[in-house]
């Protein structure tokens, strides 16, 4: 047989494990993460993988082998076919008819059994899986176990007046992977402080800035908005979900200096007309600065859309800076959306919504593949290509009673690095929609400047 070492190594490419930021089922974060199932998916590693734990051990001792479930049972078959001692096999929950067994297999009260583990932390589930099989009277003495995590479950059986064999120990196996270039001297270090019960801390992935990202910008309208949000300190876009021109003029002339650009449902508007309501309203957004985003969420064919966009009396395509569409009808669909930006729709804020992780990283592959797409509006990170829209924020962080949603600017800048929030109500509900502009603005933008 190769080395030890030689033999890690090549249980290693197979995945076991990995390193980084990982949240444990007890919710402590950990630097690295073991699953060594892979193992059993490689006949020659697992049966090398089962000498190598034979030959650590008294064999003479043992009348059977009992893996604990489930990662360990391919291990505990391997040993017993190379050592031809006798497997039993214990099971997860009792039988629920029959005879109620927890253990499966030929055994006789009395009889010594070995142990085998494929990963111990703590030891406490060992402790409890040793207490079952002593109850069918069966002898425990001896674990043996692949990868220690060192976090104190050798010491706790070995307490309790268990022997406890590893092959392998997380600091062991650090140092091969560093001495093979595999692992940095930092991440060592940090494994190192984590196995010692130290705070560790992660290192903050940091975000593009929006001066960045203005730098490595392709399209017209994702640079008019970055320029735009560096010229006003604002990343501030209010929904003006209003339902008369009116309203909407007016919303428009006092949150004007406050934003970036106004968003619009613009078939909303029960007095629509071309002359009257989008005219002045242009005129609005060029005195203040601001562009025009109509989140008419297209979600039809290409030809539809394409009519949907120029045509009616919206005529969408004459004044729109940029607009919001689904990617349900697949990458041709945006095609018709030339002359604007478009925002893909990559998950909703709305409960219960359809916009799955699966569906999410489909939307994605359009998103970030279609040179019309300038970003995306979601409430998960996305690759910072393209830039991230955020709606459902609102100051106070509960739901509007109609599966809305909302977080708040600090939440969303600092978890998801979202470039441009947009608030409706929480600005044009508000007794002063002036002011809520403002506030909304400088909360955006210190959510911003503290998340760089
Ligand atoms: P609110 O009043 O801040 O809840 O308004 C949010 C606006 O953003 C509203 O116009 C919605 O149509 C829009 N929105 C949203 O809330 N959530 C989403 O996931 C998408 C759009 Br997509």
């Known amino acids: 047989m190769e080395s030890k070492k030689e033999f890690f190594l090549e249980c290693y490419k197979l995945g076991i494990?990995?390193?980084?930021?990982?949240?444990?089922?007890?919710?402590?974060?950990?630097?690295?993460?073991?699953?060594?199932?892979?193992?059993?998916?490689?006949?020659?590693?697992?049966?090398?993988?089962?000498?190598?734990l034979l030959d650590m051990l008294p064999l003479d001792n043992f009348d059977l082998i009992c893996g604990v479930p489930y990662a360990a049972l391919p291990m505990a078959t391997a040993m017993?076919?190379?050592?031809?001692?006798?497997?039993?096999?214990?099971?997860?929950?009792?039988?629920?008819?029959?005879?109620?067994?927890?253990?499966?297999?030929?055994?006789?009260?009395?009889?010594?059994?070995?142990?085998?583990?494929?990963v111990i932390t703590s030891g406490k589930s060992l402790v409890e899986t040793i207490a079952e099989i002593e109850q069918e009277d069966i002898k425990v003495a001896d674990i043996v176990v692949v990868l220690d995590r060192?976090?104190?479950?050798?010491?706790?059986?070995?307490?309790?007046?268990?022997?406890?064999?590893?092959?392998?120990?997380?600091?062991?196996?650090?140092?091969?992977?560093?001495?093979?270039?595999?692992?940095?001297?930092?991440?060592?270090?940090?494994?190192?402080?984590?196995?010692?019960?130290?705070?560790?801390q992660f290192e903050e992935k940091k975000r593009l800035s929006y001066q960045q990202k203005f730098e490595q910008a392709q399209h017209s309208v994702s640079k008019k908005l970055l320029e735009t949000a560096l010229a006003k300190e604002s990343n501030l876009i209010a929904s003006a979900d209003v339902t008369t021109t009116k309203e909407l003029l007016e919303l428009a002339e006092k949150v004007g200096p406050h934003i970036i650009a106004l968003k619009t449902h613009i078939d909303i508007i029960s007095d629509f007309d071309y002359q009257n309501t989008i005219i002045p309203l242009k005129e609005i957004a060029s005195k203040h600065k601001f562009l025009l985003m109509?989140?008419?969420?297209?979600?039809?064919?290409?030809?539809?859309?394409?009519?949907?966009?120029?045509?009616?009396?919206?005529?969408?395509?004459?004044?729109?800076?940029?607009?919001?569409s689904q990617v349900i009808g697949g990458f041709e669909s945006l095609d018709c959306f030339k002359n604007v930006g478009v925002v893909a729709i990559i998950g909703m804020s709305s409960k219960?919504?359809?916009?799955?992780?699966?569906?999410?990283?489909?939307?994605?592959?359009?998103?970030?593949?279609?040179?019309?797409?300038?970003?995306?509006?979601?409430?998960?990170?996305?690759?910072?290509?393209?830039?991230?829209?955020?709606?459902?924020?609102?100051?106070?962080?509960?739901?509007?009673?109609?599966?809305?949603?909302?977080?708040?600017?600090e939440h969303v800048f600092k978890t998801l690095h979202t470039d441009f929030i947009i608030v409706g109500r929480g600005i044009y509900k508000s007794e002063n929609p002036e002011q809520a502009a403002s506030q909304y603005k400088s909360a955006g933008w210190n959510a911003y400047l503290t998340s760089l």
Not at 88 to 93: G, L, V
Not at 357 to 383: D, T
């Open 80 to 118: 017993s076919l190379e050592s031809y001692i006798p497997l039993i096999i214990k099971r997860k929950e009792a039988k629920e008819y029959g005879t109620k067994k927890m253990i499966e297999g030929i055994y006789q009260k009395g009889q010594n059994c070995l142990l085998v583990e494929d």
């Open 352 to 409: 219960g919504t359809l916009t799955s992780n699966n569906y999410r990283e489909e939307a994605l592959k359009i998103a970030l593949s279609h040179p019309n797409v300038i970003g995306g509006v979601s409430q998960n990170p996305i690759p910072e290509e393209i830039l991230l829209f955020t709606p459902g924020v609102n100051l106070a962080d509960s739901g509007d009673g109609k599966g809305q949603q909302y977080n708040t600017p």
């Open 17 to 52: 494990i990995k390193f980084g930021r990982f949240t444990l089922k007890s919710g402590i974060e950990s630097p690295f993460y073991v699953d060594l199932r892979p193992l059993a998916s490689d006949p020659k590693i697992l049966k090398n993988l089962a000498n190598y």
């Open 150 to 200: 060192e976090q104190g479950g050798k010491q706790l059986l070995e307490s309790k007046g268990y022997r406890v064999h590893t092959l392998f120990n997380i600091s062991e196996v650090c140092e091969i992977l560093q001495e093979n270039g595999d692992l940095s001297d930092a991440e060592v270090q940090r494994i190192n402080d984590f196995l010692k019960g130290n705070h560790i």
């Open 294 to 324: 109509e989140d008419r969420k297209f979600a039809d064919i290409g030809n539809t859309q394409e009519l949907q966009f120029t045509s009616g009396v919206f005529r969408i395509t004459d004044w729109a800076d940029f607009v919001t």
